[in-house]
């Protein structure tokens, strides 16, 4: 009993340390990108909450943030930068256009990036507020804090899936 | 008051210009395709059009030639404005099929204009040096500004699996 008091309480620990951590990486694509920046800067401040550092390489981030409209020709790309993050791994799609398409609907743009790869939270708005990017991330955070990353959970099955797929063996 | 460049063209052509217009100093000619490089080849060494702005095409649906090619040129020296078009021949919606020749001999500056023109609208360029997409990717079927095209028509390249349920 003591010992399953106590991996609980370090897998607490963990998700404690990684929510206040998230190195975010910003794929900005679009005009969502200046809100964004408004975000990070200091009126607003996204390192409050601890998503300090923007890293611009896939694998030292955690949290991917969707900035802004995915074109078809785009989206292999996206899909390989979120491939080559960590796990655990969290994304935020930024506005509607990364959110589900927006007002773009024809035949360049992707409606939604989820349908690429799984997405934590959605931030509607076009743009959106600071104040709501801020509330996203805090939403995520209390995800991760609970363990109901919803892209995790979608991850394992699809990762499984694909791996079956591809006819690779996992190490 | 000298001629204007609208003026010259018809005293010059005569019936190559198939229509024209001209209201506030906006000029417009029609040119028959076969004089398409010859009529630019004036515009440029004679009229003085040394820029070509832009080039488009007009995808009329139900006509017939279907496609129309339209070329605006300026003057830097004199700042003046043409406008030049021409309806390729041949063009009943089959891919690839309005063929007109190619302006890159006399403005290389149309070279990615007509690439974008043969990837939104499938008109093919006769002469260009490298006419291939450059907007849509190379995997991509059809040509998206087409009247015909399914406004919905998605050409993805990557899709997650569906999900389980």
Redesign the interface.
Known sequence: MGLEFHTSRLADAVAWGRKYSLFQYPFVTACCGMEFMSTMAPKYDLARFGAEFPRFSPRQADLLIIVGTIV??Q??VL?RIWEQMTEPKWVIAFGVCASTGGFY????S??GA?????VDVYIPGCPPRPEQVLDALVLLQERIQDHKGFSQV?LK??HD??ISANKLVRR | MSKTALEKLVARFGPVVTAQHAQHGNETASIQPASWVEVATYCRDTLGFDMASDLTVVDYLGQEPRFEVVLHLYAVATKQRLRLKTRPPGSDGDDETPVIASLFGVWPAVNWMEREAYDLYGVKFEGHPDLRRIL??EEFVGH?LRKD?P???????????P??T
Do not use: S
């Open positions: 078809e020709k989206a292999p899909r609907q024809n035949y360049t992707v409606p989820d349908q690429i790869i799984p979608r099955a699809e899936k694909i | 849509m990717y998206p095209y406004k919905e028509k998605r050409q993805p390249l990557v899709r997650r699996p999900a389980e």
